[in-house]
Protein backbone atom coordinates (compact mmCIF):
# COMPACT_ATOMS: atom_id res chain seq x y z
CA UNK A 1 0.00 0.00 0.00
CA UNK A 2 1.37 3.27 -0.76
CA UNK A 3 1.76 6.36 1.79
CA UNK A 4 -1.42 8.05 0.16
CA UNK A 5 -3.62 4.78 0.60
CA UNK A 6 -2.57 4.27 3.58
CA UNK A 7 -3.68 7.83 4.75
CA UNK A 8 -6.33 7.64 3.18
CA UNK A 9 -7.75 4.85 5.25
CA UNK A 10 -6.49 6.41 8.78
CA UNK A 11 -9.33 9.63 7.78
CA UNK A 12 -11.68 7.06 6.89
CA UNK A 13 -11.50 5.16 9.99
CA UNK A 14 -11.18 8.49 12.67
CA UNK A 15 -14.26 9.14 10.29
CA UNK A 16 -15.70 5.58 11.29
CA UNK A 17 -14.45 5.47 14.47
CA UNK A 18 -14.52 8.71 15.68
CA UNK A 19 -16.87 10.55 13.98
CA UNK A 20 -14.68 12.92 12.77
CA UNK A 21 -15.07 15.07 9.58
CA UNK A 22 -12.08 16.33 7.56
CA UNK A 23 -12.96 19.69 8.89
CA UNK A 24 -11.73 18.07 12.69
CA UNK A 25 -8.69 16.14 11.62
CA UNK A 26 -7.75 19.47 9.65
CA UNK A 27 -8.02 21.65 12.62
CA UNK A 28 -6.41 18.95 14.82
CA UNK A 29 -3.77 18.69 12.41
CA UNK A 30 -3.79 22.21 11.65
CA UNK A 31 -4.10 22.72 8.15
CA UNK A 32 -6.90 23.31 5.87
CA UNK A 33 -9.77 20.96 5.42
CA UNK A 34 -8.64 21.02 1.39
CA UNK A 35 -5.38 20.00 2.67
CA UNK A 36 -7.06 16.93 3.88
CA UNK A 37 -9.69 16.33 0.67
CA UNK A 38 -5.91 15.96 -1.07
CA UNK A 39 -4.62 13.24 1.30
CA UNK A 40 -7.64 11.59 1.32
CA UNK A 41 -7.99 11.35 -2.38
CA UNK A 42 -3.96 10.79 -2.84
CA UNK A 43 -3.30 13.91 -4.25
CA UNK A 44 -0.72 14.65 -1.60
CA UNK A 45 0.53 13.38 1.52
CA UNK A 46 1.17 15.03 5.10
CA UNK A 47 4.69 16.45 6.29
CA UNK A 48 6.45 13.98 8.87
CA UNK A 49 5.00 15.78 11.16
CA UNK A 50 1.83 16.17 10.87
CA UNK A 51 2.10 12.51 9.90
CA UNK A 52 2.91 12.55 13.56
CA UNK A 53 -0.07 13.97 14.65
CA UNK A 54 -2.65 11.77 12.82
CA UNK A 55 -0.88 8.24 13.87
CA UNK A 56 -1.31 10.00 17.40
CA UNK A 57 -5.05 10.87 16.49
CA UNK A 58 -5.49 7.75 15.35
CA UNK A 59 -3.83 5.70 18.35
CA UNK A 60 -5.78 7.96 20.76
CA UNK A 61 -9.38 7.61 19.08
CA UNK A 62 -8.38 3.70 18.65
CA UNK A 63 -8.10 3.33 22.50
CA UNK A 64 -11.30 5.52 23.01
CA UNK A 65 -13.42 3.13 20.79
CA UNK A 66 -12.81 0.77 23.65
CA UNK A 67 -14.72 2.79 26.09
CA UNK A 68 -16.95 5.23 23.85
CA UNK A 69 -19.41 5.26 20.84
CA UNK A 70 -18.06 7.19 18.19
CA UNK A 71 -20.14 10.03 18.91
CA UNK A 72 -18.74 9.99 22.40
CA UNK A 73 -15.32 9.73 21.64
CA UNK A 74 -15.88 13.05 19.25
CA UNK A 75 -17.17 14.84 22.38
CA UNK A 76 -14.01 13.42 24.54
CA UNK A 77 -11.90 14.72 22.10
CA UNK A 78 -13.16 18.23 22.02
CA UNK A 79 -14.45 19.07 26.01
CA UNK A 80 -12.10 20.52 28.42
CA UNK A 81 -11.18 17.23 30.55
CA UNK A 82 -10.44 17.02 34.55
CA UNK A 83 -8.26 13.67 33.46
CA UNK A 84 -6.44 16.12 31.38
CA UNK A 85 -5.90 19.37 33.68
CA UNK A 86 -8.72 20.91 32.44
CA UNK A 87 -7.27 20.72 28.65
CA UNK A 88 -8.91 19.40 25.05
CA UNK A 89 -7.58 16.22 23.95
CA UNK A 90 -7.43 17.78 20.48
CA UNK A 91 -5.12 20.54 21.60
CA UNK A 92 -2.68 18.04 23.65
CA UNK A 93 -2.41 15.79 20.39
CA UNK A 94 -1.39 18.69 18.40
CA UNK A 95 0.71 19.73 20.79
CA UNK A 96 2.95 16.35 20.93
CA UNK A 97 1.60 15.91 24.49
CA UNK A 98 -0.29 12.41 23.37
CA UNK A 99 1.04 10.83 26.46
CA UNK A 100 -1.03 12.85 28.47
CA UNK A 101 -4.32 11.75 26.86
CA UNK A 102 -3.32 7.97 26.61
CA UNK A 103 -2.50 8.11 30.81
CA UNK A 104 -5.61 9.55 31.42
CA UNK A 105 -7.55 6.74 29.48
CA UNK A 106 -5.37 4.16 30.69
CA UNK A 107 -7.11 5.95 33.96
CA UNK A 108 -10.23 6.02 32.68
CA UNK A 109 -9.97 2.35 31.32
CA UNK A 110 -9.12 1.21 35.09
CA UNK A 111 -12.25 2.62 36.62
CA UNK A 112 -9.66 5.07 38.33
CA UNK A 113 -11.50 8.41 37.42
CA UNK A 114 -9.66 10.73 39.78
Known amino acids: MT ?3 AIANIIDDLENRGHLKGTDIANIA ?3 AA ?5 RTG ?6 RT ?3 IADLR ?6 ADIYTADETRIWLYSRNALLGGERAIDLINQNRTEEILAAI ?9
Not at 43 to 48: E, G, H, L, N, S
Open 59 to 64: YVVDRL
Open 3 to 5: MAG
Open 30 to 32: DVS
Open 43 to 48: KATPQP
Open 51 to 53: QLV
Open 35 to 39: TVSRW
Open 106 to 114: ERMDAGAFL
